[in-house]
């Protein structure tokens, strides 16, 4: 019966793992899209900022990050609350969501922070493609924006494709920083066994990110064959 | 008034003088071959004429419009301009996630799309409008293909084409768009010795149909039995321009003699 309830708990724990996780990728992408135009900006200032930012962002502890985002605001607000925590209580009477505050500034710093990783990869995807390809587009008579859409994505995707993977793969495991601002994911839950002194839960924990980094690879796998007939 | 006029064109890269008033002219049907040792010019002269680059100075009339310099900073009219070139690229440039039947059609169905959207026609409209013109489109392309010897490669991808079936894709991509003139840019240049035929023979056949075409090339022979008039390019300029017989049985120049006798060993 425990393994079932801690189980159940887990489940629980994990569910939020889960949100956390397609939230930040569903959001990062087209952020870090737009990132990777500005990076590849020919305006200069724009190209110079974004470049700072990204090192920044890149730069300093994810888990560093969340701090920030969660404290900075309620820091700066001349009432000095933590608008998060604002949120959190808000969320909680009206509609009954539990560290609701907590998740939302979490997503907050995950996406930006993927983002950052996303735009130099798809920096990378994007300017490793011929300019032969751009070229002959135009004298086609495409406009850029077909060209991009018709002639260059489906090579940066099938080229992006490992570094992304990797990147995802990350991003399931990051998850579990969101306890340090209060979420209550999947080894918080865990960690709530083991102040109980039940420490097995903590080590099943690596039972569902096993299993569901499994299902990734394999659907990863699956894209890279889908798109297997063409080389770029 | 001749079909195409070309102008005291000039290019620049930086500090290097590349193309330093190009002037020529050629008539509709005309063969044009432009010859000469790399780095004079030759490539940058036909990106110049398919808007690849923008020329610096000079200007170009295609059957009396003037497609540069343009008064108008208008964006869509200069793509419009461009497709009254056709681009034969030395690396093919086929794209790589279509097979050979969707190289040739992409751009075409693009341009509907396009047209459609300017006469701003939606909905279910659009869509009927679109289907046919993607059915037709797809005829012309089929015909295309077969035309250059792959009728039976429609569904191929060009990783599984050889070179020089890519290339002939390639020339029945920049066909479909039916443009006024059709440049090719050393097209047999990447191609294995024994591939170089079947291309060359695709490009006769246009020649044969009375195309109006300009060829940078290195074969020489195909040139002198093909072209109507050849144009040598040394340093940025055309040294000199005549018939194939004025070119190679009589050149006057001496940097042409000298070019002549290297390609001759």
């Given at each position: 019966m425990e393994f079932f309830t801690v189980t159940q708990s887990l489940l629980e724990g994990f569910a939020v793992t889960c949100l956390l996780f397609v939230l930040t990728l569903v959001l990062a992408v087209p952020l870090g899209l737009l990132i990777s135009f500005c990076t590849m900006s020919k305006v200069k200032a724009v190209k110079g900022t974004f470049k700072v930012i990204v090192w920044v962002i890149r730069g300093v502890p994810l888990m560093l990050q969340l701090f920030i985002v969660y404290y900075l605001p309620g820091m700066l607000s001349p009432t000095g609350l933590n608008p998060f925590g604002q949120l959190d209580n808000f969320l909680y009477f009206?509609?009954?969501?539990?560290n609701g505050g907590a998740l939302i500034a979490t997503l907050i710093a995950f996406v930006i922070n993927y983002a950052a990783y996303f735009s130099e990869i798809f920096r990378g995807g994007i300017e490793s493609i011929s300019k032969g390809q751009y070229e002959a587009g135009q004298v086609l008579g495409m406009t850029k924006g077909q060209i991009f859409s018709k002639v260059v994505l489906m090579q940066v995707i099938k080229r992006i494709i490992p570094p992304m993977s990797n990147e995802i793969i990350t991003l399931v495991k990051d998850t579990?920083?969101?306890?340090?601002?209060?979420v209550i994911e999947i080894i918080k839950v865990a960690d709530m066994f083991a102040s109980k002194a039940i420490i097995w839960p903590l080590f099943y924990t690596g039972a569902f990110y096993l299993l569901f980094v499994g299902l990734l690879s394999l659907l990863f796998n699956f894209i890279e064959k889908k798109l297997s007939y063409y080389k770029v | 008034m001749a079909f195409l006029e070309v102008k005291d064109l000039r290019k620049n890269f930086g500090d290097t003088n590349v193309l330093k008033g190009v002037s020529f002219e050629m008539d509709k049907g005309e063969v044009v071959s432009v010859i000469g040792s790399?780095?004079?010019?030759k490539t940058t002269l036909l990106r110049c004429l398919n808007f690849l680059e923008t020329p610096d100075g000079g200007s170009i009339t295609v059957d009396g419009a003037?497609?540069?310099?343009?008064?108008?900073?208008d964006k869509k009219k200069s793509t419009n301009s461009s497709t009254k070139f056709g681009m034969v690229f030395q690396n093919f440039?086929?794209?790589?996630?279509?097979n050979a039947l969707t190289n040739v059609t992409l751009a075409m169905n693009l341009r509907e799309e396009r047209a459609l959207k300017e006469r701003k026609v939606k909905g279910t409209e659009k869509k009927r409008l679109l289907k046919e013109a993607k059915a037709k489109n797809e005829e012309v392309a089929k015909a295309l293909l077969t035309r250059v010897g792959l009728g039976d490669k429609m569904a191929n991808y060009p990783c599984e084409l050889s070179g020089g079936q890519q290339q002939r894709v390639a020339i029945a991509r920049a066909l479909a768009m039916s443009p006024d003139i059709l440049c090719f840019d050393?097209?047999?240049?990447?191609?294995?010795p024994e591939l170089t035929g079947e291309v060359l023979k695709v490009i006769k056949g246009l020649i044969d149909e009375d195309r109006t075409i300009i060829i940078v090339t290195h074969e020489m022979g195909f040139a002198r039995n093909v072209s109507d008039k050849i144009i040598f390019m040394a340093d940025g300029v055309i040294e000199e321009m005549g018939t194939p017989e004025q070119i190679?049985?009589?050149?006057?120049?001496e940097k042409t003699k000298a070019f002549l006798a290297k390609t001759d060993e």
């Amino acid at each position: 019966m425990e393994f079932f309830t801690v189980t159940q708990s887990l489940l629980e724990g994990f569910a939020v793992t889960c949100l956390l996780f397609v939230l930040t990728l569903v959001l990062a992408v087209p952020l870090g899209l737009l990132i990777s135009f500005c990076t590849m900006s020919k305006v200069k200032a724009v190209k110079g900022t974004f470049k700072v930012i990204v090192w920044v962002i890149r730069g300093v502890p994810l888990m560093l990050q969340l701090f920030i985002v969660y404290y900075l605001p309620g820091m700066l607000s001349p009432t000095g609350l933590n608008p998060f925590g604002q949120l959190d209580n808000f969320l909680y009477f009206e509609l009954g969501i539990d560290n609701g505050g907590a998740l939302i500034a979490t997503l907050i710093a995950f996406v930006i922070n993927y983002a950052a990783y996303f735009s130099e990869i798809f920096r990378g995807g994007i300017e490793s493609i011929s300019k032969g390809q751009y070229e002959a587009g135009q004298v086609l008579g495409m406009t850029k924006g077909q060209i991009f859409s018709k002639v260059v994505l489906m090579q940066v995707i099938k080229r992006i494709i490992p570094p992304m993977s990797n990147e995802i793969i990350t991003l399931v495991k990051d998850t579990a920083l969101a306890r340090v601002i209060g979420v209550i994911e999947i080894i918080k839950v865990a960690d709530m066994f083991a102040s109980k002194a039940i420490i097995w839960p903590l080590f099943y924990t690596g039972a569902f990110y096993l299993l569901f980094v499994g299902l990734l690879s394999l659907l990863f796998n699956f894209i890279e064959k889908k798109l297997s007939y063409y080389k770029v | 008034m001749a079909f195409l006029e070309v102008k005291d064109l000039r290019k620049n890269f930086g500090d290097t003088n590349v193309l330093k008033g190009v002037s020529f002219e050629m008539d509709k049907g005309e063969v044009v071959s432009v010859i000469g040792s790399s780095g004079n010019g030759k490539t940058t002269l036909l990106r110049c004429l398919n808007f690849l680059e923008t020329p610096d100075g000079g200007s170009i009339t295609v059957d009396g419009a003037c497609i540069f310099p343009v008064e108008t900073t208008d964006k869509k009219k200069s793509t419009n301009s461009s497709t009254k070139f056709g681009m034969v690229f030395q690396n093919f440039n086929l794209f790589p996630q279509y097979n050979a039947l969707t190289n040739v059609t992409l751009a075409m169905n693009l341009r509907e799309e396009r047209a459609l959207k300017e006469r701003k026609v939606k909905g279910t409209e659009k869509k009927r409008l679109l289907k046919e013109a993607k059915a037709k489109n797809e005829e012309v392309a089929k015909a295309l293909l077969t035309r250059v010897g792959l009728g039976d490669k429609m569904a191929n991808y060009p990783c599984e084409l050889s070179g020089g079936q890519q290339q002939r894709v390639a020339i029945a991509r920049a066909l479909a768009m039916s443009p006024d003139i059709l440049c090719f840019d050393e097209p047999t240049s990447a191609l294995d010795p024994e591939l170089t035929g079947e291309v060359l023979k695709v490009i006769k056949g246009l020649i044969d149909e009375d195309r109006t075409i300009i060829i940078v090339t290195h074969e020489m022979g195909f040139a002198r039995n093909v072209s109507d008039k050849i144009i040598f390019m040394a340093d940025g300029v055309i040294e000199e321009m005549g018939t194939p017989e004025q070119i190679f049985d009589h050149p006057r120049s001496e940097k042409t003699k000298a070019f002549l006798a290297k390609t001759d060993e």
